[in-house]
T-cell receptor, first 115, second 113 residues
Framework: GDSVTQMEGPVTLSEEAFLTINCTYTATGYPSLFWYVQYPGEGLQLLLKATKADDKGSNKGFEATYRKETTSFHLEKGSVQVSDSAVYFCALGPNYGGSQGNLIFGKGTKLSVKP | EAGVTQFPSHSVIEKGQTVTLRCDPISGHDNLYWYRRVMGKEIKFLLHFVKESKQDESGMPNNRFLAERTGGTYSTLKVQPAELEDSGVYFC???????????FGQGTRLTVV
């Protein structure tokens, strides 16, 4: 069945460091891909998404490109801030046009950014 | 506009007891989803309502779990009787249609002791 694998955490970085959180997926067809973020004490928030191959999702300085050839959707940010400390979840949605709420999530990667 | 609201935020119950979690979706959102994250594991889909109807309940773990959405507004998820392995964070999400972004609540942390 469909699945998502993301790098194990926790990840600890210094402020202004470069961030990469790896995410790969297994799916049939053409799924949509998402990154969600959970800040301390808050619910999940959609960070960015991509609905087809080669699409790049971006938001708040974060980017991820839908790579069908490598079945990957790695999250990157050029310069992290303390306020980026959170848990990041990679998720896979049904084939394009399907339900955006029936998602398959990775285990989450906890990021801590030190000043 | 109020977001997705979940009650309670935390619940600690003994094994064998009953617990009811509540989710109030964003007003006007017909689609409502329940998810669960067991400690250290993935967030797993439980079920999907469209208005008051269960569209997909393939993720419900067993018959100790009962979800309802009477009137197509708020939803409840009852666990009866609770077992230790039911501990985790239960998330609710809602969306206007099945093809639009789902917004998540803060979750209910359930601890069964």
């Amino acid at each position: 069945g469909d699945s998502v694998t993301q790098m194990e955490g926790p990840v600890t970085l210094s402020e202004e460091a470069f961030l990469t959180i790896n995410c790969t997926y297994t799916a049939t067809g053409y799924p949509s891909l998402f990154w969600y973020v959970q800040y301390p004490g808050e619910g999940l928030q959609l960070l960015l998404k991509a609905t087809k191959a080669d699409d790049k999702g971006s938001n708040k300085g974060f980017e991820a490109t839908y790579r069908k050839e490598t079945t990957s959707f790695h999250l990157e940010k050029g310069s992290v801030q303390v306020s980026d400390s959170a848990v990041y979840f990679c998720a896979l949605g049904p084939n394009y046009g399907g339900s955006q709420g029936n998602l398959i999530f990775g285990k989450g990667t906890k990021l801590s950014v030190k000043p | 506009e109020a977001g997705v609201t979940q009650f309670p935020s935390h619940s600690v119950i003994e094994k064998g007891q009953t617990v009811t979690l509540r989710c109030d979706p964003i007003s006007g959102h017909d689609n409502l989803y329940w998810y669960r994250r067991v400690m250290g594991k993935e967030i797993k889909f439980l079920l999907h309502f469209v208005k008051e109807s269960k569209q997909d309940e393939s993720g419900m773990p067993n018959n100790r779990f009962l979800a309802e959405r009477t009137g197509g507004t708020y939803s409840t998820l009852k666990v009866q009787p609770a077992e230790l392995e039911d501990s985790g964070v239960y998330f609710c999400a809602s969306s206007q249609s099945s093809r639009t972004e789902a917004f998540f609540g803060q979750g209910t942390r359930l601890t069964v002791v």
